[in-house]
């Protein structure tokens, strides 16, 4: 039967072994490359079994200290500190576009618009603008809230960048019929 024939070696157990094991490297003798896909594997490291992981750029590698800290030398940092701006303005007529909050950068300052919140009696839309250039819009409508919140922020980002000088405004415009109220407020990261 083709295929089915068992391959019998002229040799016994331990011979093959002998011949399939290479003492210098402790390894099985292989001719073959292979490809192997494992799945998830966990490691662990015992320190006090001596394992140990080292932190380089390939120069310099970071040294930890006995209590487990670590030195950090912070080169031309910039400090910020957050700048909270709020107004609000009343009796805004239908199809106006009105400003409800101006900030200026001021001189020798630069920072990041972080967040900016808004709301009303009306639906509205709302037109967040940096020197006269919207970045950002957003609008109410019937069943829903009729407060909005924008946030420039992320994990990598401080926010929207701003320099000395910059006219941020939040700007609302409604069509309905009776004039309403509105206010807003930004949260501005400016450096110190």
């Known amino acids: 039967m083709a295929g089915n024939e068992i391959l019998k070696s002229k040799q016994d157990a331990n011979q093959v072994i002998r011949l399939a094991f290479d003492d210098a490297t402790q390894r099985l003798r292989t001719d073959a490359i292979v490809t192997a896909t494992i799945g998830s594997v966990d490691v662990i490291i ?3 079994g001596g394992d140990n992981i ?12 006995p209590d487990g800290s670590i030195n950090v030398n912070v080169i031309n940092a910039i400090l910020y500190s957050p700048k909270f701006y709020y107004n ?14 101006s900030v200026t950068i001021p001189a020798g300052k630069t920072g990041f618009l972080q967040k900016v919140t808004a709301s009303g009696e009306n639906i509205a839309k709302y037109t967040v603008t940096i020197n ?6 957003a609008r109410t409508y019937f069943g829903g809230s009729l407060d909005l919140d924008l946030n420039y922020t992320s994990l990598i980002n ?12 939040m700007q609302v415009i409604h069509t309905r019929p009776n004039v309403a109220d509105f206010n807003s407020r930004m949260q501005i990261l400016e450096n110190i």
């Open 46 to 48: 015992d320190a006090a």
């Open 54 to 65: 080292a932190i380089s750029d390939g120069v310099d590698t970071m040294a930890v200290n």
């Open 88 to 101: 609000a303005i009343s009796a805004v007529g239908a199809s106006v576009l009105t400003t409800i909050l």
């Open 132 to 137: 006269g250039t919207p970045i950002d819009t």
């Open 158 to 169: 401080f926010g929207y960048p701003v320099v000395a000088g910059d006219i941020i405004r």
